[in-house]
């Protein structure tokens, strides 16, 4: 009895003690976009799966291809500390860098500080490049005929024609007379202005040739009664 329990205490030990021993369980990582050879431009999203029993952060990092220099370049927001399983691992940018060949390289990193790499190799990064066109493809020939359609029967209706009303000639206005120049009176002279100055003259100047008829006969009536009283005195004088 004492022999079975020590056996029992003895294996109970050793598997505690191999257990204790046995190296860490390795990382879960991937790169599933892009993949090896792809070609990219622009902002490019990074997927997969960077996690582990002892995960502590995930980094990724680009370097061209060769890279004789091990150099390598963090994208944005390297290191993450968030694990992850199949999803946006980060975001690269390609303006910034040169056209070429270029690798991707996810790094976690668990709490003793060891770590497993991942690689993505021969990405090309074509930004002013031309994206290549694809080749049409050949539209397969019809071997029979091509059928014409039948025309289609054009059907005309007829619009009576309503004729309009003639407009009816507008009166033309009569012209409009001219009145006649108004003329001048006659200029007269000794300063008389109208007819009527003239006639008032005339009539004065004609009783002024009445009056001068009747005094030169008034006149010539007392001369001779003049010459009849001096011949009568003459006689009596002469006592005939």
């Given at each position: 009895?004492?022999?079975?329990?020590?056996?029992?205490?003895?294996?109970?030990?050793?598997?505690?003690?191999?257990?204790?021993?046995?190296?860490?369980?390795?990382?879960?990582?991937q790169?599933t976009?892009?993949?090896?050879?792809?070609?990219?431009?622009?902002?490019?999203?990074?997927?997969?799966?960077?996690?582990d029993?002892?995960?502590?952060?995930?980094?990724?990092?680009?370097?061209?291809?060769?890279?004789?220099?091990?150099?390598?370049?963090?994208?944005?927001?390297s290191?993450?500390?968030?694990?992850?399983?199949?999803?946006?691992?980060?975001?690269?940018?390609?303006?910034?860098?040169?056209?070429?060949?270029?690798?991707?390289?996810?790094?976690i990193?668990?709490?003793?500080?060891?770590?497993?790499?991942?690689?993505?190799?021969?990405?090309?990064?074509?930004n002013?490049?031309?994206?290549?066109?694809?080749?049409?493809?050949n539209?397969?020939?019809?071997?029979?005929?091509?059928?014409?359609?039948?025309?289609?029967p054009?059907?005309?209706?007829?619009?009576?024609?309503?004729?309009?009303?003639?407009?009816?000639?507008?009166?033309?206005?009569?012209?409009?007379q001219?009145p006649?120049?108004?003329?001048?009176?006659?200029?007269?002279?000794?300063?008389?202005?109208?007819i009527?100055?003239a006639?008032?003259?005339?009539?004065?100047?004609?009783?002024?040739?009445f009056?001068?008829?009747?005094?030169?006969?008034?006149f010539?009536?007392?001369i001779?009664?003049?010459?009849?009283w001096?011949?009568g005195?003459?006689?009596e004088?002469?006592?005939?």
């Amino acid at each position: 009895m004492r022999r079975m329990v020590a056996s029992l205490y003895l294996a109970s030990v050793l598997v505690v003690i191999s257990m204790l021993q046995a190296p860490p369980m390795g990382a879960d990582g991937q790169i599933t976009s892009p993949r090896d050879r792809a070609s990219v431009r622009g902002l490019v999203p990074i997927e997969g799966t960077a996690t582990d029993a002892s995960f502590q952060k995930y980094e990724i990092h680009f370097g061209p291809e060769p890279n004789p220099g091990d150099q390598w370049t963090p994208i944005q927001g390297s290191p993450f500390t968030v694990p992850l399983v199949q999803g946006r691992l980060g975001l690269w940018d390609t303006t910034i860098i040169p056209d070429g060949i270029y690798s991707l390289r996810l790094r976690i990193v668990r709490l003793d500080g060891n770590y497993d790499e991942f690689f993505v190799r021969g990405i090309l990064v074509a930004n002013t490049r031309p994206t290549d066109t694809p080749t049409p493809s050949n539209s397969p020939t019809p071997s029979g005929p091509t059928r014409t359609p039948a025309p289609t029967p054009t059907i005309m209706i007829s619009v009576p024609t309503v004729a309009s009303p003639t407009p009816r000639p507008s009166d033309t206005p009569r012209p409009t007379q001219t009145p006649a120049a108004t003329a001048e009176p006659p200029k007269l002279p000794f300063g008389i202005s109208s007819i009527s100055d003239a006639a008032c003259w005339a009539a004065v100047g004609t009783a002024g040739v009445f009056v001068g008829i009747g005094l030169l006969f008034a006149f010539k009536g007392a001369i001779a009664s003049l010459i009849r009283w001096l011949t009568g005195r003459g006689r009596e004088d002469m006592g005939v």
